[in-house]
């Protein structure tokens, strides 16, 4: 599972309030949809669980369904506290996880 | 995402709804494979705890009016609150009114946030309503909607 | 009168979300500007990195410059000029196929066009390009002319079960009028700035496509036989098109519908 975080805007300092994009290359299947060729029903895949931490103290945690888009987004507010790691978990409803970290380094 | 199917899939869902249990925690039932279908009085009875829904403006769910292809629709999320630990929005729930289930995504949010605030982008069956349902701190729920028509576009 | 039995076909409809309280029958421009947000965190933007790194393992752009025959700092406004005629490949190539020659001269596997590796790196190449305007030349020389003259008749060739041509739906008399729900765009105009914004992540397809990849899907849509990427016909067509959006932006990847 391929990930990013992006911090908008790119430069910020301690106690402004930014935005995090978190996203991810997933498949987002629903489990209803229907193979072309077999007809048979596509298995449901997608992430379902997905934590911001700022130096391993968790800032959101989120429960995702598969209503969210292919390739899906999420953003997320966050008051940059100061210098440090955002972690964001991602795992989806087969097991597979991945962890992506951004350094947070504000400005003056 | 080919469009056709994904919206007979929906159909397909919406003809086969299946009896639900009763939930304490929307959260809590997931199974981990199979459609999860769930339709939109459950889910906000999951959510609420069977406490009053209540309409404010404190809310604010900015999505398109017309959405030229159902499986990319952007949706942002924004409520009102000093984000404080006495005063904070507890989570932001998003909801799509007519999806085989219901619920797109529960964003548990802490006063760290600053700021109420969810954005993503989601998929829908058909023309229907997106609810953003706000828990607040104080233990009661606000929520907002909004309709987006989801059409046909030109050229695949 | 075949042309004016296919447009008035297509949905025609009078302007769209009138001040009369008429019902909006297609996405006004604050849902097009929440859209055109997408672009701020698009997923094809995964796609580039990962292109970055296979065409640095790839070739490089020291390598890649250096098979063009310009200066590495000159490359961004070089690539802005595709599709052009390269001397090593003696012929005019899209960006793509230029690419193909240097992994070529570098003694590398040539990566297929239609593989997702050459979606992402190409996609990435051009990326190298934004802010540059597209800066096509179709009268640098007698190929490049040659070209022109043979993508506008590629464009202009009614084909397929349904005599269809692209100018059908993308002549400038029609830009505006309805296919279903949406409204036709003009290829030449800033906002669509075609050429200029593809590779981009499609959201019908979920991932990121090419401008001769998506002319294909249209082609196929309307029911005409896809010409081949990488044929004379299909990089004449790029030529054409590009053309068009000539001193429009570059802004990779984007997002279409």
């Keep these: 599972m391929k990930t990013l975080i992006k911090i908008k805007p790119k430069t910020y300092t301690a106690g402004e309030i930014v935005k995090v994009d978190f996203m991810a ?12 060729d077999t007809g048979a029903l ?8 997905v934590k911001f931490m700022f130096n391993d103290q968790l800032i959101t945690k989120m429960v995702i369904w598969e209503s969210l888009s292919v390739n899906p987004l999420m953003s997320i507010s966050f008051k940059v506290p100061g210098a440090g790691t955002l972690k964001v978990i991602a795992k989806d409803n087969k097991g597979q996880s991945v962890e992506t970290t951004k350094a947070i380094t504000p400005k003056g | 995402m080919e469009r056709r199917s994904f919206l007979k899939g929906f159909g397909a869902a919406a003809a086969c709804a299946v009896a639900l249990p009763t939930i304490a925690s929307a959260a809590e039932e997931k199974k981990s494979a199979g459609p999860n279908e769930m339709n939109f009085e459950t889910a906000v009875a999951a959510i609420t705890g069977g406490k009053a829904l209540m309409p404010s403006a404190k809310v ?97 | 009168m075949r042309q004016r039995s296919i447009s008035a076909a297509l949905i025609c409809l009078a302007l769209l979300g009138s001040a009369n309280g008429e019902e909006k029958l297609s996405m006004s421009d604050a849902d097009r500007k929440m859209y055109a947000e997408l672009l701020e965190s698009n997923p094809a933007e995964m796609d580039v990195a990962e292109g970055e790194q296979l065409f640095g393992e790839l070739i490089g752009t020291t390598e890649y410059a250096k098979m063009l025959g310009v200066k590495e700092k000159e490359l961004p406004k ?39 590796e050459m979606v992402k790196m190409s996609a990435y190449v051009k990326s190298l390009a934004n802010g540059q305007k597209t800066n096509i030349d179709v009268e640098a020389n007698a190929h490049m002319k040659e070209m022109m003259t043979l993508g506008q008749q ?41 050429a200029g914004t593809w590779p981009a992540y499609r ?55």
């Design chain 3, 203 to 257: 959201m019908t397809k979920s991932q990121m496509v090419t401008l001769d990849k998506r002319m294909q899907q249209c082609m196929k849509n309307a029911l005409m036989a896809e010409i081949p990427l990488g044929s004379r016909e299909i990089v004449a067509l790029e030529v054409y098109v590009t053309n068009k959006t000539k001193g429009n932006p570059i802004n990779i990847p984007s997002v279409k519908r």
């Design chain 3, 78 to 116: 070089y690539i802005a000029g595709f599709p052009r005629y390269i001397e090593p490949a003696k012929k005019v190539v899209t960006l793509a196929q230029s690419v193909q020659m240097a992994a070529a001269y570098a003694g590398k596997p040539v990566p297929k066009l239609e593989s997702k």
């Design chain 1, 42 to 49: 596509i298995p449901a895949e997608y992430i379902d669980e």
């Design chain 1, 25 to 36: 290359m997933h498949p987002m299947e629903t489990g209803m949809r229907k193979n072309k």
């Design chain 2, 60 to 156: 604010k769910i900015k999505a398109p009016e017309i959405a030229e292809n159902g499986a990319v629709v952007p949706v942002k999320v924004t409520v009102e609150s000093p984000m404080t630990s006495k005063d904070y929005v507890k989570a932001i729930h998003l909801l799509a009114s007519k999806n085989g289930n219901v619920r797109c995504a529960n964003i548990y949010l802490t006063p760290a946030n600053g700021e109420a605030f969810f954005g993503t982008r989601i998929k829908l069956g058909g023309t229907q309503d997106v609810v953003a349902i706000a828990e607040m701190s104080d233990g009661t729920f606000l929520s907002a909607k909004q309709n987006v028509k989801v059409t046909i576009g030109g050229c695949g």
């Design chain 3, 154 to 194: 590629v464009f202009e060739e009614r084909r397929g079960g349904r005599g269809l041509s692209c100018n059908n739906c993308h002549s400038k008399e029609i830009v505006g009028r309805r296919l279903r729900m949406q409204q036709l765009p003009d290829l030449g105009a800033k906002e669509t700035a075609a």
